[in-house]
């Protein structure tokens, strides 16, 4: 299969051109997705091939964006939405909780909501308020949504791709901070990265390091670094974080019996203690020292020049995994 | 201040509460002597259901059960106007709305058992028009731009059909309402929104909810034409949606308010300690099942033999449906709990049904029950 060379947010793109060409049930909507080309331009050029029928520039309200799509997908169709900012889900977060995750449930499997909502999220880039949440573990708490999280433009198109062709409502967020951090081969053509699925992006043996989305880039740097101080670290990208791969956050756990998890969101009720329970009660015998979290602090996400203490970085990173060593 | 028909110059009304009618008006309907006589069926069998329901609350049977007493002409009268392949999309207690589209009884009382739904049809092209609706909205006012999009995407694929989504007063303040109907108005959809004006969300009257005068006349907000009819005539509320429909069809969004008062209380949880009784004794008056009697005797399309004979029959088909859905519904298993939460389950889903199984195996459903 030829490849070509795509950022993260080119390959998002791609997976909602091939999508469309492929099923004329799919259709884009949100704000500025169309004429715009979104304000990340991560919908660049399916206006102009898909047209105005099918790609929507819908008014400014994102509980109207979700209740449509809700309502489009009971009708056959299989909406793509797109939240401008993950903060900005907020507005919608009603219409997702109250009818989105429960409409398969409530009607029996007759009306399944296959929808996926699209949102750039986390910081980096120095945005205003709202325009630098992490709230994933919302949305993985509530019963009833995929949540995915790609770290690489080949996993940007085929989790997109899977997701649009999963029949229940998947979570698709998108790590903007990466969106044009670097290029990689991305086929050309339909391809499904399958959901649910781990990847790991770094073997090794001395501890596993969780974590998706941008924070994979610190992460790695990390275990680069401390490997010329003989430290063999393993990265292990989730990309699902609902369901989440317990199978390979486990199996590697048991190898290295020490863990850190990396994540932007706020510490408290975010997902590295989700996982750090998942490896108490899964592998505790594995383990040799205490499960370190690398997070965002629980303050309310700090602006511009203060978003370089908020977010994880490759040197806490770093200071985690001698300290884990260490014990 | 409670308000009346009355008071509005442009409130459509064809039966008056003394059951006094405008000939020439009724003549002009499109309903013909058996259709008249099914309005007033599906008013008697809406009544009749929500006495049976709430005595069965009263009893324990039921776990809640919402009242709709006084609304009656409001329910059928809009469900009425829909052809057989349109959309209806429903607040609680619009019971005399299914009725009207032919749900049985005891697919609406299961909802309040189990919390459910289920449709007998595969796909949509092989729904019976009671089946073309979502399931039962809780969260007040969300139905609005979920109908929306329903119709849009109805419309992306060519079909000629209309969706009526009801709301009440209190679900017309929230955001859900606007959104709805802007989507509608923009993106020109068939939709006609009715807002049920009863006048009482719970405690909060129409006054705490509003400081307009009508709710139609939001209806130029969104770039289409608002509509007031007495809500407790069925005839003009019949009439008046199906011009909405017929405008929805064409491509214009519509609105419809049905100007009404809830009689009963807001559910069976509710002590109903909060309003005048004179002005529920003003709205007994202006009852809409007492008025389409008084224009059916006129008529001699009914007789009071026949209006009771109408009304044991719905008595009994309540009590026989209460009767067959509770045997229904005392089969649930634990294993229900994990049914269709998803279209495509992850495992998880299987390890924990597998985990409360272990659970039910060792100890015995008893322990669990409550």
Known sequence: MAAEKLTLVEAVAEAIHDEMAEDESVVLLGEDVGRSGGVFRATEGVYEAFGPERVIDTPLSE?????????????????????????????????????????NARSRGQFPCQMVLRAPFGGGVRAPDLHGESMEAIFVHHPGFKVVVPSTPHDAKGLLTAAIRDPDPVIFLEPKKI??????????????????????RRDGTDVSLFTWGAMTRPTLEAAETVAEEGIDCEVVDLRTL??????????????????????????????????TALLQEEALYY??????????????????????????????VEEAIRDVIEV | ????????????????????????????????????RELYGSMIQARALEERGLTLQRQGEFHFWMECRGLEASHVGTAAALGDR???????????????????????????LRGYEEWEAETIEAMKPYERR???????????????????????????????????DGGSSKGDFHAGL????????????????????????????????????????????????????VLATYRETKRAVERARSGEPALVETLTYRRGAHSSSDADDYRPEADREAWRKRDPIDRYETFLADRGLLDSSDFEAIEAAAKDRAKEAAENALEIAETQSPSEVFDEVFSNPPAYIDEQREELFGLVERHGEGAFRW
């Open chain 1, 63 to 103: 509980t109207g964006i979700a209740g449509a799509a809700i309502g489009l997908s009971a009708s056959g169709i299989k909406p793509i939405a797109e939240i401008q900012f993950m903060g900005f889900t907020y507005a919608a977060l009603e219409q997702l909780f109250t009818r989105a995750a429960r409409m």
């Open chain 1, 179 to 200: 969106y044009r951090a670097f290029r990689e081969d991305v086929p050309e053509g339909s391809y499904e990265t399958p959901l649910g699925e781990a990847a790991i």
């Open chain 1, 242 to 275: 609902s369901p989440m791969d317990k199978q390979t956050l486990v199996e590697s756990f048991k190898k290295t019996g020490r863990a850190v998890v990396v994540h932007e969101a706020p510490k408290t009720g975010g997902l590295a203690g989700e996982i």
């Open chain 1, 287 to 316: 383990q040799e020292a205490p499960i370190e979290r690398v997070t965002g602090w629980d303050v309310v996400y700090p602006l511009y020049e203060l978003e370089d203490f908020q977010l994880p970085n490759a040197t806490r």
């Open chain 2, 1 to 36: 201040m409670v308000r009346f028909p009355e008071e509005y110059d442009d409130c459509e009304q064809i039966v008056a509460p003394d059951g006094s009618y405008d000939a020439e008006a009724v003549e002009a309907l499109d309903l013909d002597a058996d259709e008249l």
């Open chain 2, 86 to 112: 349109d959309w209806m999309n429903t607040e609680w207690r619009q019971y005399g709305a299914h009725i009207q589209r032919g749900r049985p009884l005891e697919d609406i009382l299961l909802f309040w």
């Open chain 2, 134 to 168: 979502l399931p039962h909205i809780v969260a007040v006012g969300t139905q609005v731009p979920q109908t929306a999009g329903l119709m849009w995407g109805r419309k992306l694929q060519s079909h000629d059909e209309v969706g009526l989504v009801g709301v009440g």
């Open chain 2, 182 to 233: 802007n989507f509608a108005g923009v993106l020109e959809l068939p939709v006609v929104f009715v807002v049920f004006n009863n006048q009482w969300a719970i405690s909060t009257p129409i006054e705490r909810q509003t400081a307009a005068e009508t709710y139609a006349d939001r209806g130029i907000g969104y770039g289409f034409e608002g509509t007031l009819v007495d809500g407790n005539d």
